[in-house]
């Protein structure tokens, strides 16, 4: 923004780029279906939303079948043969068809989709406007004479559909995302758990990342930034702390030496295994030892 004096500006201009336009609208319906009401099929140039209001419906195409219940959509790609029925109850059912350019309308198609009350109220309104504007083609009902088109009724069509579609796609792009997330955790986890549980297998000997990585089948890296991110620690801190416990519980059996028990988990020396202990435990090895047999308290 420029102040030019005297309080006048020029503004900086955007231009919102169309990522999504519906070109052409071919129909917008409402109907009401009885129990067995049939439907033997067609397919046409047009994308196609199929939305239920009430009841439940089947819908079947040349590849799947789809039963669809109240608040759920379909979205049929141009020239997908359809044909559907009521599922033995009454059905309200909304339908429109449009022309659109758009690659991201694939991520609405090949599945139901449960509406948000957001989008179900767009359907509607797609519904009620595109019925008037389309009024007297594709077998809608023409206008009354008592009734009349209202300012901008296509216009606002077109805006109403495209609106319910890019939100349509932002929420599958959302999901998405989510179950990226949630496969991602899922993965961390698997491999947390695979990572643990050999470096308790392997507890009373020495390992390195390499050995653990290798064995679990990530490297070293993904290793150790996903225990870093899920434990708040090292992979070899992680697995002192396992060894040093489990030296403890050694102790406190009493049954060996502190230098068998040295030999016994694998540590290069007496002095290492000590230096370890007391880094991780804040004592040494032997006044451990004394504490247990005092029996004034044990450390965990």
């Known amino acids: 923004m420029k102040d030019l004096g005297k309080g006048l500006v020029t503004l900086q201009a955007s231009v919102p780029q169309e990522e999504l336009r519906v070109s052409k609208l071919y129909s917008a319906y409402a109907y009401y279906y009885a129990p067995s009401f049939v439907f033997k099929g067609e397919h046409h140039s047009a994308w196609e939303v199929y939305y239920v209001n009430a009841g439940e419906v089947t819908v079947e195409t040349d590849v799947t079948t789809y039963v669809l219940s109240k608040g759920q959509f379909l979205v049929h790609k141009p020239y997908e043969f359809h044909r559907v029925h009521a599922n033995n109850v009454s059905c309200s059912v909304y339908v429109f068809s449009f022309d659109c350019d758009c690659e991201k309308l694939t991520l609405l198609t090949d599945k139901c989709i449960s509406a948000t009350t957001k989008q179900s109220r767009m359907i509607m309104d797609i519904v009620d406007e595109g019925m008037l504007f389309l009024a007297g083609t594709n077998e809608i009902p023409a206008l009354s004479e008592n009734e009349?088109?209202?300012?901008?009724?296509?216009?606002?069509?077109?805006?109403?559909?495209?609106?319910?579609?890019?939100?349509?796609?932002?929420?599958?792009?959302?999901?998405?995302?989510?179950?990226?997330?949630?496969?991602?955790?899922?993965?961390?986890?698997?491999?947390?758990?695979?990572?643990?549980?050999?470096?308790?297998?392997?507890?009373?000997?020495?390992?390195?990342?390499?050995?653990?990585?290798?064995?679990?089948?990530?490297?070293?890296?993904?290793?150790?930034?996903?225990?870093?991110?899920?434990?708040?620690?090292?992979?070899?801190?992680?697995?002192?702390?396992?060894?040093?416990?489990?030296?403890?519980?050694?102790?406190?059996?009493?049954?060996?030496?502190?230098?068998?028990?040295?030999?016994?988990?694998?540590?290069?020396?007496?002095?290492?295994?000590?230096?370890?202990?007391?880094?991780?435990?804040?004592?040494?090895?032997?006044?451990?030892?004394?504490?247990?047999?005092?029996?004034?308290?044990?450390?965990?």
């Not at 997330?181 to 899922?186: A, D, F, G, S, V």
């Not at 230096?275 to 965990?300: E, L, R």
């Open 148 to 300: 009349k088109t209202e300012f901008a009724c296509g216009q606002l069509t077109k805006l109403l559909l495209e609106t319910f579609l890019i939100e349509a796609i932002r929420t599958q792009e959302c999901n998405g995302d989510t179950q990226l997330r949630n496969e991602t955790l899922n993965s961390e986890k698997t491999l947390l758990q695979f990572a643990k549980n050999f470096m308790q297998e392997n507890v009373c000997r020495k390992l390195t990342l390499e050995e653990i990585s290798n064995n679990i089948g990530y490297s070293v890296p993904h290793l150790c930034a996903v225990f870093k991110k899920n434990t708040g620690m090292s992979v070899i801190q992680y697995f002192i702390d396992l060894r040093i416990k489990k030296a403890k519980e050694l102790i406190a059996e009493g049954n060996m030496t502190l230098k068998e028990i040295s030999e016994h988990m694998d540590f290069d020396t007496l002095q290492y295994f000590s230096t370890q202990f007391k880094k991780t435990t804040g004592i040494t090895p032997s006044q451990y030892a004394t504490i247990i047999k005092t029996k004034k308290y044990i450390i965990v």
